[in-house]
């Protein structure tokens, strides 16, 4: 009976087993065509042998476990290729939606429409009478300016879709991430031993695909069979139950995660992962091309085009101010640029850390990485030399703010008069000048009271005598001398007893010159007192740079800005800017503030241009030509009023310079053209008897005004053809003023020199080398073109590498139906085979019940 039952239970085994083989193959086919699906097999194991008289004998098979055919390498290597090539398609729909705006096609292209401008000027050079040639110079001008309007509002729309996509790209990550966390949780539940929830697995596996196209992973698994997911940086996606999120701000990918604070409040703490295309999968890619359209970033493209219209503007209007029109000014004349009110933030460096190098990104302006800066041994308790570097890696950056020193100069200490033999050198003279201010200092040496003979009287003195002559001067001439004289202590720049002669306004890195210092005797003034060398000063021309400055760094901006150092101050005190004290949102030590003109700032500072960069103001100046408004506009005054741009801080200063410039030239109390303010821009009204013309601006303030200029803005953006220009044609400034002060209509001479800022190769481009107009705009269509077919390159490329990746893969996970069908009927004979052995048994049981009874 034994023997006869063990029969029929190994082929109850059997059929049993083969029935579940049949299932198992049954689903491979059923899922032949489901993504991401692996193949399945029925593991059968041999059953445990049991005892006889002749030996162990077999009883049978049982189904073990159902295996998943699985290669974690392979799918690894497809994960991480799915990554790539998500990232490199993504990148190039991208570039091909930028290229339309690059679009060099015959026709309104943008080199077609400049060498159509270029020509209309070599038109109106020939014909600079005829008004004809001047409307066809301002109509392509308008072409051009339209054009690059179109580019940059081209430019804003598919940054904006590139942003729509994005949130969308993001979004998908964390609904992923969740899933998965939620699979985590039904696979940990559904699995024990061997035995794998595969089907669970496959979906698992699906979505990790799926999120590996978004962005590029790693992930692991541990022997619990829950996931974790990380970013390719190491922050945590998913691990076992849980899941983290991503969001994005201005073109930068966070990690959100929950922070607990001591004040057990919960906070949502966002940390930067990437900006670009290292981020992998399509969130990388399409990030990438969205940076390259940012604003406020003169490397992108974005930027670069904006170099090429700041460029265009500057040298037509810098050269274009420096001529004439058919007719003069007449009336009133505003200028098209606005001196807009500017935050002024001064802070005096820190000289315990003056040595001290700051590496390179250790801070941020605007988000914009700040260079290395070297340290250096402080003089007389200031960090000069590092306040000069500062300064220097500030401005390369190209962060929107702009960082000036503060001129400062110091001598050696003086040199006290001799105390014998008794009375000498008193009542001689010590002569020279401070920017053009005489300074006469008499010597005292009387005996009686506080002589000279003290090296520190004799200072102080000295100190007084300067700034008493300065102040001298400014009540009756313009522009004020704006230099203080401080007596050197030591720690401020200055040995002690020595002379400090510094600007006052902070910021203003004017020159600071000293002119021939001479002594002469009280009894002949003809004779040498050969007292020069008592002041420690020496004549020269003194600019801020390493050695002169104040220590300090005054930091301007029209728009608020914000500096980031770091989770505490320790890097901001190094610029004394720590300490949470600087504005109205400041906090102490938490590494960063933000600063605005309210909280601090010059009014209508010239900082607040455009184009502030441009101006000279270390002997700069422009000359305005007087005209009567009669029918011949003969002169009113034979020579040309000069008007001085030296040390102009703010417009109210150029304001007060052009109406004293012309009152004292012409005589009289007002001035025949009177300066004043509108809404931060300067306006210029001539008498009705008068009419006005200007000429050799060294100064570079008429193109920064937008006074006498061609086009008005400062980028793609804004670039026009000035209204005053469009409004009378005759204002094109064709001709020039000549020597005498004649102009005549037919003048070509400022036409012909701007027809020459086409073949110009060494114009300044804001965050490129200098080159050509053309030359940079092709260079730019250049690079959009080439790394476009680059990255179509490297997608053509890794697509047949993913699709070898895909043929591995579905070699060993793949289900191959004709292998199916051959296993299908394996398992049918096993299966009818355990059947009949059933039906043997069956009969050899009865028989033997049959002898039994």
């Known amino acids: 009976m034994a023997g006869v039952t063990s029969t029929m239970s190994i082929a109850k085994d059997a059929l049993l087993a083969h029935q579940v083989s049949i299932q198992v193959t049954g689903h491979n086919v059923a899922n032949v065509d489901t993504p991401g699906y692996t193949r ?34 392979t ?68 072409l051009v300016g339209e054009q690059l309007n179109s580019m940059m509002d081209q430019i804003a729309q598919s940054r904006y879709d590139f942003g729509v996509s994005l949130q969308a790209a993001i979004g998908d990550v964390n609904s992923l991430t969740a899933q998965i966390a939620d699979l985590n949780i039904q696979i940990g539940a559904a699995e024990s031993g061997n035995r794998k929830a595969n089907d669970l697995r496959d979906i698992r596996d699906v979505l990790l695909q799926e999120l590996a196209k978004l962005v590029d992973i790693t992930y692991f698994e541990p022997s619990s069979g829950q996931y974790t997911i990380m970013l390719q940086d190491g922050h945590t996606l998913v691990e076992s139950n849980e899941h983290w999120k991503l969001d994005w701000e201005d073109g930068e990918l966070q990690w959100l995660s929950i922070r607990r604070l001591p004040t057990d409040e919960i906070v949502e703490v966002t940390t930067s992962v990437g900006t670009g295309a290292e981020l992998g999968g399509k969130i990388g890619g399409t990030m990438g091309v969205y940076n390259l359209l940012a604003e406020n970033d003169p490397e992108n493209f974005a930027g670069r085009l904006n170099a090429l219209a700041e460029a265009l503007i500057r040298e037509m209007n810098q050269q274009h101010s420096q001529g004439v029109g058919m007719v003069r000014f007449s009336g009133e004349l505003t200028g098209a640029e606005i001196a807009e009110d500017t935050a002024a933030l001064t802070s005096t460096l820190e000289s315990s850390t003056a040595a001290t190098t700051v590496s390179s990104g250790t801070f941020t302006i605007n988000d914009r990485e700040v260079g290395k800066i070297v340290g250096g041994v402080a003089s007389y308790g200031l960090a000069t030399i590092k306040a000069y570097n500062t300064v ?99 720690a401020n720049g200055g040995v002690v007893n020595s002379i400090i002669l510094k600007n006052i306004n902070k910021g203003d890195d004017s020159r600071i010159v000293i002119g021939t210092i001479s002594s002469s005797t009280f009894a002949d003034p003809s004779i040498s007192a050969g007292l020069e060398g ?75 241009y455009d184009y502030a960069d ?61 300066a ?8 210029l009204t001539a008498d009705d008897d008068y009419t006005f013309a200007f000429a050799n601006d060294t100064s570079n303030f008429l193109q920064a005004a937008g006074i006498n200029t061609f086009f008005s803005g400062s980028d793609a953006s804004t670039i026009s053809v000035n209204s005053v220009i469009k409004d009378e044609l005759q204002y094109i400034a064709a001709g020039t003023v000549g020597d005498s002060g004649l102009i005549f209509t037919g003048d070509n001479t400022n036409a012909l020199l701007i027809t020459n800022i086409q073949r110009d190769e060494y114009i300044e481009f804001t965050g490129a080398s200098e080159g050509s ?52 009927i394996k398992f049918q004979h096993a299966y009818s ?14 028989t033997l019940l049959d002898v039994v009874r």
């Open 392 to 490: 220097e890696a500030i401005n390369e950056a190209i962060t929107g703010v702009t960082a000036t020193l503060t001129t400062q100069v110091a001598g050696s200490a003086v040199t006290p008069i001799a105390a014998a033999p008794a009375d000498v050198n008193n009542g001689d003279v010590i002569t020279f000048t401070i920017n053009g201010v005489t300074v006469n200092y008499t010597v005292d040496n009387d005996g009686a009271g506080d002589d000279d003979t003290d090296a520190a009287i004799f200072a102080q003195n000295l100190v007084d005598e300067i700034n008493g002559d300065i102040a001298t001067y400014n009540a009756t001439n313009t522009p004020d001398v704006t230099v203080e004289a401080v007596l050197g202590d030591g």
């Open 614 to 674: 441009q101006l000279v103001t270390d002997g700069g100046s422009f000359e305005i030509w007087l005209y009567n408004n009669d029918e011949d506009n003969t002169l009113a005054l034979a020579q040309p009023v000069t008007v001085s741009m030296e040390r102009a801080y703010d417009l109210s200063d150029v304001m007060t310079s052009i109406n004293d410039a012309i009152t004292t030239a012409t005589g009289m109390a007002e001035p025949w053209v009177k």
């Open 773 to 824: 107009l053309d030359g940079h705009y092709n260079a730019l269509v250049a690079e959009i073109g080439m790394q476009g077919r680059t990255v179509q390159r490297e997608f053509e490329f890794n697509t047949l590498v993913s699709n070898q990746l895909n043929e591995l893969r579905d070699s060993v996970s793949g289900v191959n139906l004709d292998e199916e069908i051959a296993n299908l």
């Open 833 to 846: 085979a355990a059947a009949k052995l059933i039906s043997i048994s069956d009969e050899m049981l009865r």
């Open 676 to 683: 004043s303010i509108s809404q931060n821009r300067l306006v």
């Open 75 to 142: 799918t690894q290597r497809i994960m991480e290729q799915n990554s790539l090539l998500a990232s490199l398609g993504a990148q190039m729909e991208s570039l091909q939606l930028v290229e339309t705006t690059f679009n060099e096609a015959s026709g309104l292209a943008l080199n077609d429409l400049f060498s159509q401008f270029w020509e209309s000027w070599q038109g109106l050079s020939d014909n600079p009478e005829i008004l004809s040639s001047r409307q066809t110079v301002v109509q392509q001008a308008e």
């Open 40 to 73: 399945q097999t029925l593991n059968l194991t041999t059953a445990n042998p049991v005892p006889s008289r002749v030996g162990p004998i077999g009883s049978g098979v049982y189904a073990d476990y159902i295996q998943r055919h699985y290669d974690q390498f």
């Open 534 to 608: 008592n002041l420690g000063l020496t004549a020269g021309t003194y600019t801020a740079d390493a050695t002169n400055n104040t220590g300090e760094i005054t930091l301007f901006s029209v728009d608020p800005f914000t500096v980031e150092a770091g989770t505490n101050d320790v890097y901001l005190d190094h610029f004394g800017w720590g300490g949470g004290s600087l504005s109205s949102s400041d906090t102490a030590n938490d590494g960063q503030f933000t600063y605005t003109f309210a909280d601090g700032g010059v009014a209508k500072s010239l900082q607040g």
